[in-house]
């Protein structure tokens, strides 16, 4: 059996490339640079502004791996884009980089090099179909390695010719470049010209060699040598018998690893397959169309119309009543010293849900609190407080989001199948007859608003007929519940859909169930997704109103604690003595189990619920923690959020779409004076916005559409004369920032054509300089050029032709430009007019969307810090994966309900497979997971911390059976 090979190669290629690019440039051009730095700063502040504008774009894409995705991409389309504009200006010229030719090989190369290796993999492919190599020839190779491969030999042909030129030499020629830059006698072309023709000098006369190697190298008729083309040619010949050997004689087919060492190599290379976190502000991601759709589509045909609560309690009874086998669950009330957990919103990002689940799986903790550490014991139940996947539910997101990490954190028994429908729940393991038997963690799952987006379907599927969430049984038949635990302890769990509210076939269950079983002294917890107690105040408008009248006229005070989730922070509100009596004790958000983190100091520190006060005992993380990570908007919105380049450089192409060209603005940069040059900058971007109001359909309506959007993006809870306040100056920065780019662009390109560097040979310009001098400084010695076009049908010379057209955008947009200028609009065809604005946009969007995100970051961060608005729109767009945290609670012997908050602040980003764990799997392969001291599968790479080490105790209570509360060791904000 053969091992896999690790294919590295184009990664390091490109590597080593830019490492010898470095050394050449560090070696000979510095002093080069020096001796002839161009004076003109002009020139150089425009080089400088754009490759700073390059560099800003591309920031969020540097330091990813070399792979077939957006990033990847990104960066070569940058690259592209950045090179045709450098290649215009005159700024390398002094330094002897002649970008012209350089180019004009790179195309060369880089097609020849496409045609010579897709003609040698379909020969190899054909070979193996007929069984002439090995078998393992029929992997086919990626054609992105291709790409990338001929990218790096071109690359690697352009920077010989930069140093050593592709003179051809003979016994009596001198070596170097025709047209070189550099002077006889200088520094550099000394060391150059000496290295390159010591080396090639290795190669010999033609006649030195045989008939083969002088036709193949030298021609048919010549005694030349063309250093670059030979150079080309080894490069594919190393490839081809790299290729050859390693599919078909290589080290790994004839010297194959044992069992063993591969199965070593497997655990060592594997990783676990954990998803990024949701990208909100993606304008290229299906998953957030659909989820938008979605819920357009619950909202506005199943909300009043279907529920599946409804027809949860239909399926169990009649229209008088459910059976109450199918809701209540009084399992767990003979047990005597009983611990649970509670967490919420999960389905995010991998790296945060399985730290939770992680936390979750431990058979204990070691809880650190300032002064000591409490050893705390896994929770015999696990309560999930809904949204447990994003953005939304789906087989999809539920299997990757959510239950992945839970089953690589606590791994499910192993007859557990994956596609199995539970019919008859409870699914108990062989030799246990009853859930009271059954000495394992069990879990009970409430939906939140995202489970809903598809009216429920996924959540039933998923959880009502599954049985196993990793390993944790789950015996939980409907979306709503009931359970019964030791010491008069109760728990509801309570399915409030869309409405943020009970249904009247679940108040009927529970109000029934409280009147039957729930005894005067019982405590009750209720547990809902959404914290209404929070929302409410905050948003000013009451909601829950069944679930009100639940608690305060059918519980009556014996409400001890709401807990909830959908609110992606910590915080508890407990009681303040007052007039009014309590209805609930204490108030407890939680929904740190995985997903984006949400501030904290927007909800102030006291708020009114139920009709009394409550004060804010705990917050994680603290009030200045929360206000100081919301700085994040304007530094990294777009580093969080490149997906958002889409929406943004589209939003600004349309407001300055109607404007391009700006013919007139020589008189800009006229004046001599910094005062004066503001001044005239500041008339032309008037005299822009002017025209787009008076003169403009496009611009001024993509214009009007953004305020309306805008005013209506602020949240009702300000007045509406704020929101358009708030609107209006959201989109006049905007505005404003998107025609100075767009006249600082057109300054750019007018200075360009002013002093003929662009629009001077139309729009093949770069095609036809190269073949001015092709045949003077490529010399081809055995005529493959001529070859290769005959064969190809003239394809090959077009290929290149247009190739060059397409990469000189700079050019086609100038040439456009100034034919607009001279003639009107009205002499461009529809297709010029197409390929302009195109060549327009592709610019455009790289000045635009730094300044976008930065307009739209500043924006969210102003409001969240000063006018608390947009909690959850200035939260999402950070993708914070740290500060998780869940629930532990414990029922004491005497009845109290002791309360642990454990926490992480940050979240390991990369997980080896823990040593610990792989032992006890192959000593103990039956074994339940939950029975194994490392039942954990991944643990913290060593150069992060495992969140089993780092957790931590940030909120510890204790709610006495008598009423009375008693705080033992409050944290209060000292995160």
Same mark, same amino acid.
């Given at each position: 059996?053969?091992?896999?090979?690790?294919?590295?190669?184009?990664?390091?290629?490109?590597?080593?490339?830019?490492?010898?690019?470095?050394?050449?440039?560090?070696?000979?051009?510095?002093?080069?640079?020096?001796?002839?730095?161009?004076?003109?700063?002009?020139?150089?502040?425009?080089?400088?502004?754009?490759?700073?504008?390059?560099?800003?774009?591309?920031?969020?894409?540097?330091?990813?791996?070399?792979?077939?995705?957006?990033?990847?991409?990104?960066?070569?389309?940058?690259?592209?884009?950045?090179?045709?504009?450098?290649?215009?200006?005159?700024?390398?010229?002094?330094?002897?980089?002649?970008?012209?030719?350089?180019?004009?090989?790179?195309?060369?190369?880089?097609?020849?090099?496409?045609?010579?290796?897709?003609?040698?993999?379909?020969?190899?492919?054909?070979?193996?179909?007929?069984?002439?190599?090995?078998?393992?020839?029929?992997?086919?190779?990626?054609?992105?390695?291709?790409?990338?491969?001929?990218?790096?030999?071109?690359?690697?042909?352009?920077?010989?010719?930069?140093?050593?030129?592709?003179?051809?030499?003979?016994?009596?020629?001198?070596?170097?470049?025709?047209?070189?830059?550099?002077?006889?006698?200088?520094?550099?072309?000394?060391?150059?010209?000496?290295?390159?023709?010591?080396?090639?000098?290795?190669?010999?006369?033609?006649?030195?060699?045989?008939?083969?190697?002088?036709?193949?190298?030298?021609?048919?008729?010549?005694?030349?040598?063309?250093?670059?083309?030979?150079?080309?040619?080894?490069?594919?010949?190393?490839?081809?018998?790299?290729?050859?050997?390693?599919?078909?004689?290589?080290?790994?087919?004839?010297?194959?690893?044992?069992?063993?060492?591969?199965?070593?190599?497997?655990?060592?290379?594997?990783?676990?397959?954990?998803?990024?976190?949701?990208?909100?502000?993606?304008?290229?991601?299906?998953?957030?169309?659909?989820?938008?759709?979605?819920?357009?589509?619950?909202?506005?045909?199943?909300?009043?119309?279907?529920?599946?609560?409804?027809?949860?309690?239909?399926?169990?009874?009649?229209?008088?009543?459910?059976?109450?086998?199918?809701?209540?669950?009084?399992?767990?009330?003979?047990?005597?010293?009983?611990?649970?957990?509670?967490?919420?919103?999960?389905?995010?990002?991998?790296?945060?849900?399985?730290?939770?689940?992680?936390?979750?799986?431990?058979?204990?903790?070691?809880?650190?609190?300032?002064?000591?550490?409490?050893?705390?014991?896994?929770?015999?139940?696990?309560?999930?407080?809904?949204?447990?996947?994003?953005?939304?539910?789906?087989?999809?997101?539920?299997?990757?989001?959510?239950?992945?990490?839970?089953?690589?954190?606590?791994?499910?028994?192993?007859?557990?199948?994956?596609?199995?429908?539970?019919?008859?729940?409870?699914?108990?393991?062989?030799?246990?007859?009853?859930?009271?038997?059954?000495?394992?963690?069990?879990?009970?799952?409430?939906?939140?608003?995202?489970?809903?987006?598809?009216?429920?379907?996924?959540?039933?599927?998923?959880?009502?007929?599954?049985?196993?969430?990793?390993?944790?049984?789950?015996?939980?038949?409907?979306?709503?519940?009931?359970?019964?635990?030791?010491?008069?302890?109760?728990?509801?769990?309570?399915?409030?859909?869309?409405?943020?509210?009970?249904?009247?076939?679940?108040?009927?269950?529970?109000?029934?169930?409280?009147?039957?079983?729930?005894?005067?002294?019982?405590?009750?917890?209720?547990?809902?997704?959404?914290?209404?107690?929070?929302?409410?105040?905050?948003?000013?408008?009451?909601?829950?109103?069944?679930?009100?009248?639940?608690?305060?006229?059918?519980?009556?005070?014996?409400?001890?604690?709401?807990?909830?989730?959908?609110?992606?922070?910590?915080?508890?509100?407990?009681?303040?003595?007052?007039?009014?009596?309590?209805?609930?004790?204490?108030?407890?958000?939680?929904?740190?189990?995985?997903?984006?983190?949400?501030?904290?100091?927007?909800?102030?520190?006291?708020?009114?619920?139920?009709?009394?006060?409550?004060?804010?005992?705990?917050?994680?993380?603290?009030?200045?923690?929360?206000?100081?990570?919301?700085?994040?908007?304007?530094?990294?919105?777009?580093?969080?959020?490149?997906?958002?380049?889409?929406?943004?450089?589209?939003?600004?192409?349309?407001?300055?779409?109607?404007?391009?060209?700006?013919?007139?603005?020589?008189?800009?940069?006229?004046?001599?004076?910094?005062?004066?040059?503001?001044?005239?900058? +500041?008339? %032309?971007?008037?005299?822009?916005?002017?025209?787009?109001? @008076?003169?403009?359909?496009? $611009?001024?309506? *993509? !214009?009007? #559409?953004?305020?309306?959007?805008?005013?209506?993006?602020?949240?009702?809870?300000?007045?509406?004369?704020?929101?358009?306040?708030?609107?209006?100056?959201?989109?006049?920065?905007?505005?404003?920032?998107?025609?100075?780019?767009?006249?600082?662009?057109?300054?750019?390109?007018?200075?360009?054509?002013?002093?003929?560097?662009?629009?001077?040979?139309?729009?093949?310009?770069?095609?036809?300089?190269?073949?001015?001098?092709?045949?003077?400084?490529?010399?081809?010695?055995?005529?493959?050029?001529?070859?290769?076009?005959?064969?190809?049908?003239?394809?090959?010379?077009?290929?290149?032709?247009?190739?060059?057209?397409?990469?000189?955008?700079?050019? +086609?947009? %100038?040439?456009?430009?100034?034919?607009?200028?001279?003639? @009107?609009?009205?002499?461009? $065809?529809?297709? *010029? !007019?197409? #390929?302009?604005?195109?060549?327009?946009?592709?610019?455009?969007?790289?000045?635009?969307?730094?300044?976008?995100?930065?307009?739209?970051?500043?924006?969210?961060?102003?409001?969240?810090?000063?006018?608390?608005?947009?909690?959850?729109?200035?939260?999402?767009?950070?993708?914070?994966?740290?500060?998780?945290?869940?629930?532990?609670?414990?029922?004491?012997?005497?009845?109290?309900?002791?309360?642990?908050?454990?926490?992480?602040?940050?979240?390991?980003?990369?997980?080896?497979?823990?040593?610990?764990?792989?032992?006890?799997?192959?000593?103990?392969?039956?074994?339940?997971?939950?029975?194994?001291?490392?039942?954990?599968?991944?643990?913290?790479?060593?150069?992060?911390?495992?969140?089993?080490?780092?957790?931590?105790?940030?909120?510890?209570?204790?709610?006495?059976?008598?009423?009375?509360?008693?705080?033992?060791?409050?944290?209060?904000?000292?995160?």
């Amino acid at each position: 059996m053969a091992a896999a090979y690790p294919h590295n190669h184009s990664r390091h290629a490109v590597i080593m490339v830019v490492v010898g690019c470095l050394f050449f440039i560090s070696s000979d051009s510095i002093y080069t640079l020096i001796q002839k730095l161009d004076n003109n700063m002009k020139w150089w502040l425009m080089t400088t502004c754009l490759v700073g504008f390059f560099y800003i774009f591309a920031s969020p894409f540097w330091g990813k791996t070399i792979t077939p995705n957006y990033s990847n991409f990104s960066i070569w389309y940058i690259i592209c884009l950045l090179v045709a504009a450098l290649y215009h200006l005159p700024n390398f010229q002094p330094m002897g980089v002649d970008m012209r030719m350089n180019l004009s090989l790179f195309f060369t190369t880089f097609i020849s090099s496409i045609f010579i290796l897709t003609v040698f993999h379909l020969i190899f492919l054909g070979l193996w179909y007929i069984r002439l190599v090995s078998p393992a020839a029929g992997r086919r190779p990626k054609i992105l390695t291709i790409l990338q491969n001929c990218t790096v030999i071109s690359i690697a042909c352009c920077v010989f010719y930069s140093m050593c030129g592709n003179y051809a030499l003979n016994e009596s020629s001198t070596f170097g470049r025709k047209d070189s830059l550099w002077k006889t006698g200088e520094r550099s072309e000394l060391l150059v010209k000496d290295e390159c023709k010591s080396w090639f000098a290795q190669v010999g006369p033609a006649r030195d060699h045989s008939l083969l190697f002088k036709w193949t190298v030298f021609g048919e008729s010549s005694d030349e040598l063309s250093p670059i083309y030979t150079l080309w040619a080894t490069f594919i010949g190393l490839y081809i018998a790299n290729f050859v050997v390693e599919r078909s004689t290589g080290w790994a087919l004839t010297h194959p690893l044992s069992a063993e060492e591969i199965e070593r190599l497997k655990d060592e290379q594997r990783k676990p397959k954990f998803l990024d976190m949701v990208p909100w502000y993606s304008g290229t991601s299906a998953d957030l169309f659909k989820t938008a759709f979605d819920l357009l589509v619950s909202v506005t045909v199943f909300m009043g119309r279907f529920d599946m609560r409804m027809m949860q309690a239909a399926m169990n009874g009649t229209r008088d009543g459910a059976k109450q086998e199918d809701f209540l669950y009084d399992h767990f009330r003979e047990k005597d010293d009983f611990w649970f957990d509670f967490v919420a919103d999960t389905g995010d990002g991998g790296n945060s849900s399985y730290s939770v689940a992680r936390l979750l799986a431990q058979p204990s903790l070691d809880g650190r609190t300032k002064d000591s550490s409490i050893k705390l014991p896994r929770g015999d139940l696990l309560l999930i407080g809904g949204d447990l996947a994003y953005p939304y539910p789906s087989p999809d997101t539920y299997e990757k989001r959510f239950f992945y990490p839970f089953e690589e954190a606590l791994r499910p028994p192993s007859w557990y199948k994956e596609e199995h429908i539970a019919i008859n729940k409870p699914e108990l393991p062989v030799g246990v007859s009853d859930l009271k038997q059954y000495d394992g963690p069990q879990c009970f799952v409430i939906p939140g608003n995202h489970d809903w987006f598809d009216g429920l379907q996924t959540f039933m599927r998923y959880i009502c007929h599954k049985s196993w969430l990793g390993g944790w049984l789950m015996p939980q038949k409907k979306s709503y519940f009931a359970l019964q635990l030791p010491k008069g302890w109760w728990v509801f769990g309570l399915d409030l859909a869309l409405h943020s509210d009970i249904d009247s076939y679940q108040f009927k269950f529970f109000s029934e169930l409280i009147s039957d079983k729930v005894k005067e002294n019982d405590s009750v917890i209720v547990m809902t997704h959404a914290p209404n107690w929070i929302l409410d105040y905050y948003w000013n408008e009451p909601s829950g109103k069944n679930v009100s009248h639940l608690i305060r006229d059918h519980l009556v005070g014996r409400c001890k604690l709401r807990i909830a989730g959908d609110l992606h922070h910590y915080m508890r509100h407990s009681y303040v003595q007052s007039e009014n009596p309590a209805v609930v004790q204490h108030l407890l958000v939680n929904g740190c189990g995985g997903a984006f983190l949400h501030p904290t100091h927007v909800f102030g520190n006291l708020i009114e619920a139920h009709d009394a006060t409550y004060e804010t005992k705990a917050a994680y993380p603290s009030f200045l923690d929360s206000r100081g990570i919301a700085w994040g908007n304007i530094l990294k919105f777009r580093k969080k959020n490149w997906q958002f380049d889409f929406i943004g450089g589209s939003i600004y192409f349309i407001l300055t779409f109607s404007m391009f060209p700006l013919c007139k603005l020589d008189h800009i940069l006229q004046d001599d004076t910094i005062s004066g040059l503001v001044k005239n900058l +500041v008339s %032309a971007i008037w005299d822009a916005f002017m025209y787009m109001v @008076g003169e403009s359909y496009v $611009s001024s309506i *993509g !214009a009007l #559409i953004l305020l309306v959007a805008a005013i209506l993006f602020v949240p009702p809870k300000v007045s509406k004369k704020k929101r358009i306040i708030i609107g209006v100056l959201h989109v006049s920065a905007h505005l404003l920032s998107a025609l100075g780019l767009m006249l600082l662009m057109e300054l750019c390109v007018q200075s360009c054509i002013s002093n003929n560097l662009l629009a001077t040979s139309g729009y093949h310009s770069l095609y036809n300089w190269y073949r001015t001098v092709e045949s003077e400084h490529f010399p081809d010695p055995t005529g493959l050029w001529a070859r290769i076009e005959q064969w190809t049908f003239g394809l090959y010379p077009a290929c290149i032709k247009y190739l060059m057209s397409a990469f000189d955008v700079p050019e +086609v947009m %100038a040439v456009t430009r100034t034919k607009i200028c001279k003639n @009107g609009m009205v002499s461009l $065809s529809r297709g *010029g !007019a197409v #390929i302009y604005y195109a060549s327009v946009f592709l610019y455009f969007s790289v000045l635009s969307t730094p300044a976008v995100s930065l307009v739209f970051g500043s924006y969210l961060y102003f409001c969240i810090n000063w006018l608390h608005l947009h909690f959850d729109e200035a939260f999402s767009s950070l993708r914070i994966a740290n500060y998780k945290s869940f629930t532990r609670f414990h029922i004491k012997e005497d009845g109290d309900l002791e309360v642990f908050t454990l926490a992480v602040d940050k979240v390991p980003k990369k997980w080896k497979v823990d040593s610990h764990w792989q032992n006890e799997s192959r000593e103990q392969e039956h074994q339940l997971s939950h029975e194994r001291q490392y039942p954990s599968k991944w643990i913290a790479n060593p150069l992060d911390r495992d969140p089993v080490e780092m957790v931590q105790i940030v909120d510890h209570f204790v709610i006495q059976k008598d009423e009375a509360v008693e705080n033992v060791a409050v944290a209060e904000n000292h995160h």
